[in-house]
């Protein structure tokens, strides 16, 4: 099985940064791709950003081009998302995902068993 463990998330004002953090464990291969979504109350789960196996490939959604950051070190087995200009519509639960593509991973919803999940982080960007 594959665990995942996120950190970082808080309370920040509008226009701060936040970073956060997700630690891989178990059966997961260093060449899985991982990413991160967010889910605001009442919404849906989107998609933010994913990274490729390698981490020469990745894929943010239009609303965090330019603000936000994804990372990741396979030899710590972490990923990152460094998130810059925060404003109160970032704010949502963040969830770690990780699969076997990017293209797998943008295909993530809760239920439909694809990928993995890890718990959530919260992140609240205040006004």
């Known amino acids: 099985q594959v665990q995942l463990v996120e950190s970082g998330g808080g309370l920040v004002q509008a226009g701060g940064s936040l970073r956060l953090s997700c630690a891989a464990s178990?059966?997961?291969?260093?060449?899985?791709?991982m990413g991160w979504f967010r889910q605001a109350p009442g919404k849906e789960r989107d998609f933010v950003a994913g990274?490729?196996?390698?981490?020469?490939?990745?894929s943010y959604t239009d609303s965090v081009k330019g603000r936000f950051t994804i990372s990741r070190d396979n030899v710590k087995r972490m990923q990152y998302l460094q998130m810059n200009s925060l404003k109160p519509e970032d704010t949502a639960v963040y969830y770690c995902?990780?699969?076997?593509?990017?293209?797998?991973?943008?295909?993530?919803?809760?239920?439909?068993?694809?990928?993995?999940w890890g718990q959530g982080t919260q992140v609240t960007v205040s006004s």
């Open positions: 995902a990780a699969g076997n593509s990017i293209g797998a991973i943008r295909t993530m919803a809760p239920g439909n068993n694809i990928g993995s």
């Open positions: 178990g059966r997961i291969a260093s060449s899985s791709a």
């Open positions: 990274i490729s196996g390698s981490g020469s490939i990745t």
